[in-house]
């Protein structure tokens, strides 16, 4: 609560209480894990939801982010909410303005381009260029065409957030699994971390041309998710590198990855041949890794917004939190994982950050402000009376991540795959 709102104003809370819902998924979270004869997991709680924010300083800035590459602009027929986190990003706003010159304000020149534009041909043009944009929905309007393809496949009229396939018999009941991490930034690497506290091993997997990243971001955090895990780095333009990273897969437990679809299949990696094989493999994209917005682009910030999870503030919608949907598709995620790891059958698990958010999205109009306690505090008004609003906090990092690459080869050698 303390990251959503204006940063003049008081901290907001929104109605579909993502709070409420981290606190149940770790819970069960704690159930699944497995119990190992005199270690218990040091499992974190709903502070997972601002640590970023605690590590990075930041505060509740709205109608930017926390991080200040987020906000929603207002369309001919809506809202879009548009983020650009990357230098290459601002540098494809004159491409997607549709002119030549750089704007002395892109975001200014972002508003008025967007006003004469429905929000979902502003998402349309913007996606096409890689940008990570997103027509916000209103609350209850119809399914939008990913979502409805994703209650079709599933034939369940409710949705959900995760589809699951079931696949062949697991070849190794480990008391340790193996998870390979092929993910990035924050979802997947907070899916690793927690298979990890709950007693996996794991090896993370980078591109040499391409390292995670959250590598050049803040050391505290990246050093809290990938403390304890295995860093191995492989050169995936080499037909070495490729047949090695497929051979550390056939090695795995649980697969962890969070890439479009196409760009597995540009390496030569089938998800679903290693199901059938006996692996679990978790995919965490922005909108599921099927149907006709597979490829699109998202990340925390404009997918929650996509879910309709944002505050309504006079004529402004108000992200929620920081970057939420990554922390909350991570929790999920690794929710999901750690059920397959309790069966006897692999499963791809299909995990869109937009439905995850979604599942906690309530009605923009009902917010909860904070009220001013004395000279610096805030406190919400609950049923069980006033309640102190928490700064964001941080747990800290048992030991430094692994420097890039640093495992490469006791991992191979290890698993047989040098």
Not at 88 to 97: E, I, N
Not at 304 to 330: E, K, N, R
Request: charged content about 20%; glycine content about 10%; aromatic content about 4%.
């Amino acid at each position: 609560m303390a990251l959503t709102g204006r940063l003049d104003g008081p901290p907001l809370a929104p109605a579909g209480n993502p709070a409420g819902a981290v606190r149940a998924a770790l819970a069960v979270f704690s159930l699944l894990a497995p119990q190992q004869p005199g270690r218990t997991p040091r499992l974190p709680g709903v502070e997972l939801l601002g640590e970023r924010a605690a590590v990075m300083g930041l505060r509740r800035n709205a109608p930017w982010s926390c991080g200040g590459a987020f906000r929603t602009l207002a369309a001919s027929d809506g809202s879009l909410g548009l983020s650009l986190p990357r230098a290459d990003d601002l540098s494809m706003v004159p491409a997607l303005l549709e002119h030549g010159d750089d704007p002395a304000d892109p975001w200014a020149a972002l508003e008025s381009w967007t006003a004469d534009r429905t929000a979902a041909e502003a998402a349309a043009r913007a996606q096409l260029l890689g940008l990570a944009g997103a027509a916000v929905p209103r609350w209850q309007a119809p399914a939008d065409e990913q979502l409805q393809h994703r209650r079709d496949v599933l034939a369940v009229p409710g949705g959900t957030s995760i589809l699951s396939r079931p696949g062949g018999p697991r070849r190794r009941l480990r008391p340790s699994p193996l998870v390979v991490d092929l993910t990035s930034l924050w979802a997947g690497p907070l899916c690793a971390h927690l298979l990890g506290l709950a007693g996996a091993e794991v090896v993370k997997v980078e591109s040499t041309r391409r390292p995670d990243g959250a590598r050049t971001g803040p050391p505290a955090f990246f050093d809290l998710l990938h403390q304890g895990h295995a860093a191995v780095a492989l050169d995936f333009t080499t037909a070495d590198g490729r047949d090695q990273l497929r051979r550390l897969i056939e090695s795995a437990d649980v697969v962890l990855e969070a890439s479009r679809p196409r760009a597995l299949e540009q390496l030569g990696i089938d998800a679903g041949a290693s199901v059938d094989r006996g692996t679990i493999w978790t995919s965490i994209t922005a909108y599921g890794r099927t149907g006709p917005w597979a490829n699109r682009i998202g990340f925390g910030d404009d997918v929650a917004a996509a879910a309709g999870l944002v505050l309504a503030d006079g004529d402004d919608l108000l992200p929620c939190g920081d970057a939420i949907a990554d922390p909350l598709t991570g929790i999920i995620a690794a929710v999901a994982t750690q059920a397959a790891l309790r069966g006897d059958r692999a499963h791809l698990i299909d995990v869109s950050m937009r439905d995850v958010a979604a599942s906690v999205a309530g009605d923009p109009h009902d917010v909860t402000a904070a009220i001013r306690a004395g000279e610096t505090g805030w406190v919400v008004q609950t049923v069980d009376g006033l309640i102190p609003v928490a700064e964001p906090s941080v747990r800290r990092p048992d030991c430094p991540a692994a420097a890039f690459g640093h495992d490469t080869a006791e991992v191979l050698a290890r698993l047989g795959v040098a």
